[in-house]
DNA sequence: ATTTATGCAAATCGTTTGCAAACCT
DNA sequence: AGGTTTGCAAACGATTTGCATAAAT
């Protein structure tokens, strides 16, 4: 099935002098199986590993970039796989009551629009861009309005 | 000079049955002085409180509308005065090696593909967009590339 | 006088780290 | 064997909280 993502996310940390531990693997089946991201302590449950082999493994993870750090508004720290193994490129949905993020993506238009003020950024200032992050913080279905 | 400003925010707290004490006063100068975000740590040495009647009083001020959070990339805590009190929509510029935060602003014509991006979102998933976060994730000037 | 804010020191809690045993190659 | 990863328990550090004092109304 994903066994692709599972050769790819091997050779890139295979390529970092790393190996893909079966504990590595929980963790990222953990993420493959979500459809948002995970707060640490989900993937500390999911993947069934103790705790700080868990954080261990996602710096390392996240070192490799095999895993991203996504930012919410609560005080925990959540995860997703990176967009270029996942192909998937996408926004968040974070809401201020419960702290739950989720995915969604935009128009393509708009996307060109954001590279393109990135690229005026860089002109204009002295700062590098390297992504742009675009999040709607709102109420979600649950938590209502 | 930003008597308007404190005016405002004086009434904003006494509207939510606080006061504006000396400290939190304080605490809004070092932020009015600011170009930028500052962390915690920042606002505490130019606010003169103690730490933890600083974060108490960031606190109220961010309950009460008058400070908003802004996340970075590490983890520090950022605070900045609310859009609504300064009209000055913005964006930020974070350095993912040193975690500084500047300002910066887009054109009016990204801004409202965006509002737009926010309307279609609220149509079409049960999310109810209150506010959106645009952030360009790379090297300041300091850390070059 | 009564309520609210302050400062100090201690507690909290997500995350990180030291170390000895288990694992891989 | 030699180096890496694991789990446990202890440490860490930004932030929060308890409590007695000071300030404000």
């Excluded at 720290?77 to 702290?99: K, P, Q, S, V, Y």
């Amino acid at each position: 099935m994903a066994d692709d993502l599972h050769h790819a996310i091997s050779a890139r940390l295979t390529g970092a002098d790393q190996r893909y531990t079966s504990g590595r693997r929980s963790l990222v089946d953990a993420l493959v199986d979500a459809d948002r991201p995970l707060t640490a302590a989900e993937i500390l449950v999911a993947g069934g590993l103790a705790q700080s082999s868990a954080y261990r493994n996602l710096s390392v993870l996240e070192t490799c970039g095999v895993v991203h750090r996504v930012a919410g508004t609560d005080e925990f720290a959540r995860f997703e796989l990176a967009e270029d193994l996942t192909d998937h490129h996408h926004h968040h949905l974070i809401c201020t009551n419960c702290g739950l993020v989720t995915d969604f993506t935009v128009s393509d238009r708009l996307e060109r629009s954001l590279e393109a003020a990135m690229e005026r950024v860089a002109e204009t200032t002295g700062f590098r861009p390297d992504h742009h992050r675009l999040d709607l913080l709102g109420r979600c279905a649950d938590c209502g309005s």
